[in-house]
């Protein structure tokens, strides 16, 4: 079947600019994550969904960053003002569940770069 | 101090090798462990999950000692396809998989 899929695989904006990213998790999986991968780095947690409510969004670093899952299954993050720090590989996951012991998936990522 | 440290390597082994890495975790509340490879450019996938009692999926053993919060995984006969960035993962009962840097392997004919 289909896995998590996140448009767009690349994005190019100006410092200052307003860009959305987007994630279609796998169908019936009611978790979706949202996580950040800077160049020689792991994942870094952001922010995650159980059905259409952020139940942990410790991980966004400030207010500029948004995110909204308003039916329970695609998600879109926001980011407001974009800063040249913010280039990074952008990754959303999907979990059946939200039990510690289920599988996340991962899509391809969008890659943000600020210039 | 990381809540999870790996080794960065990189490791370079030639085919046929045995290779293993090592994590460490802080949290000793953590609930979930995993190994997750990376290629370069490309999403993390899941290579397995990681036991106390140990597991084991053809050429790749995991293996888990809470008492030393301590996390390895074992590669038998690598291969060329085996080259990639291995990430070490933990999960506590917030949810959030924490990652280590990943620790790179260059497989060489």
């Known amino acids: 079947g289909a896995g998590v899929s996140q448009t767009p695989s690349n994005k190019v904006t100006e410092k200052g600019k307003y860009v959305e990213l987007r994630c279609d998790p796998i169908?019936?999986?009611?978790?979706l994550y949202w996580y950040r991968q800077s160049l020689g780095q792991g994942p870094e947690f952001l922010i995650y969904f159980q059905g259409t409510g952020a139940a942990d969004d410790s991980g966004l670093p400030n207010d500029r960053f948004f995110a909204v899952r308003p039916e329970g299954s695609v998600s879109t993050l926001k980011i407001q003002r974009t800063e040249r720090g913010d280039s990074a590989m952008y990754l959303c996951?999907?979990?059946?569940?939200?039990?510690?012991?289920?599988?996340?998936?991962f899509g391809p990522g969008t890659r943000l770069t600020v210039l | 101090r990381k809540e999870v440290e790996q080794d960065p390597g990189p490791f370079n082994v030639p085919e046929g090798a045995t290779v293993a890495f090592n994590c460490t975790y802080s949290n000793s509340a953590s609930q979930s462990f995993f190994w997750y490879r990376q290629d370069c450019r490309k999403e993390p996938k899941l290579l397995m999950s990681v036991y106390s009692s140990g597991n084991e999926d053809g050429r790749f053993t995991a293996q888990l000692n809470r008492a030393s919060q301590y996390i390895s995984l074992l590669i038998r006969d690598s291969k060329l396809s085996d080259s990639a960035t291995y990430l070490c993962v933990v999960r506590g009962n917030n949810r959030k998989l924490i990652w280590g840097l990943g620790t790179s392997l260059a497989v060489n004919p």
């Open positions: 996951a999907s979990s059946l569940t939200s039990a510690s012991t289920d599988t996340q998936y």
């Open positions: 169908s019936g999986h009611t978790a």
